[in-house]
């Protein structure tokens, strides 16, 4: 079927930030021209790639009428999907990442979902591969969830976090465009992992949600994404910034809420949980000096009271108590 898009009918603005994709990047715009939906634009947006990979994007653009490119300063993830979304025309809008794939049927599956249900956010089922080792596995297992029926946002959240599987991605999910933009629904610029925020807000906006457990997006787990870099000394005490950053951010998300939307036990355990991370990667950070300057920023952040004020469940409680204990000791220790 030929792809129709015009301004009136452009039913998915799919908006891929692009820095660097590598080899990977064919992989993935090959799924991405491969969908079975038909009436959506690709909005690549390039962050300063200098490997080549806009160029390959433009390959595509030229080849496919549905494909725009554009091209920014290097800014990060969030400066560049927040550009896409200022020139997106689709009733909703997703953002895929430029090194992963897509099952054919993934966008006409969610968008018919939220056709059928007038829904503000459909979401699927993902799964991660392993390079290297080629295994697969669902991101969230089918005996901690399966499909819902339609549900109001902080609801699905709650279900959702209380598997201790859900991913706060934004690449699961096509999100309503008029939503976004009535509620300045925009990416944190410099933040990683701006989508546990991003989401969490959203989620406490919409009002129509609905999640199937079909798995139709394989997420790549490998040595060259943000996510999985190993990091110590210094890089490691900046990168774990960004985690005390988004506790504090869903901390005041979750004030800010508290008289629109129900805020359930998860939202605030949620907040010590990401937290809690920091406290880990001290423990595995190898130079002491990094370890002495991560312990501080969790003092001199607040970030023991936002813990403490959002701990939920005696098992938490104890983890987090054990932690405080730990790092009041292995403070004194590094004077």
């Known amino acids: ?152 946002g902080p609801h699905w959240l709650k279900m959702a976090l209380a598997t201790n599987r859900y991913l706060h991605v934004v690449w699961l999910g096509v999100y309503r465009l008029e939503l976004i ?32 457990q079909e798995v139709l997006y394989r997420y790549y787990i490998h040595g060259q994404s943000i996510s999985n870099q190993k990091r110590t000394g210094m890089k490691n005490v900046e990168y774990q910034r960004h985690y005390l950053k988004i506790a504090k951010m869903l901390d005041e998300l979750n004030k800010r809420y508290k008289d629109r939307v129900k805020i359930y036990a998860e939202f605030p355990r949620q907040v010590t949980r990401e937290a809690l991370t920091v406290c880990h990667s001290v423990r595995r950070e190898p130079v002491q000096a990094a370890q002495k300057a991560m312990i501080d920023d969790i003092y001199t952040s607040g970030t023991r009271r936002i813990m403490l004020r959002n701990a939920r469940g005696p098992k938490q409680w104890w983890q987090l108590l054990l932690w405080l204990y730990r790092l009041h000791n292995l403070r004194k220790k590094l004077g």
């Open 181 to 212: 933009k009535k509620h300045h629904l925009y990416f944190e610029p410099g933040l990683h992992h701006q989508d546990i925020p991003w989401t969490t807000e959203f989620m406490f906006n919409a009002r129509r949600v609905k999640y199937t």
């Open 1 to 152: 079927m030929p792809l129709t898009t015009t301004s009136d009918n452009i039913k998915l603005s799919a908006i891929i930030p692009l820095y660097n994709a590598g080899e990977m990047f064919r992989n993935f715009m090959d799924s991405l021209v491969a969908q079975t939906l038909t009436n959506f634009e690709i909005i690549i947006v390039n962050d300063g790639s200098t490997d080549g990979s806009e160029c390959v994007a433009q390959e595509y653009a030229e080849k496919y009428p549905h494909i725009r490119v554009i091209h920014q300063a290097n800014g990060g993830v969030s400066r560049a999907r927040n550009a896409g979304l200022d020139i997106a025309k689709g009733q909703y809008v997703t953002f895929p990442d430029a090194d992963d794939i897509l099952y054919p049927n993934m966008y006409q599956t969610l968008i018919e979902l939220c056709e059928q249900d007038d829904l503000d956010v459909a979401q699927c089922n993902g799964e991660r591969y392993f390079v290297g080792s080629e295994k697969v596995k669902p991101i969230i297992p089918t005996d901690r969830l399966t499909s819902t029926a339609v549900l109001d």
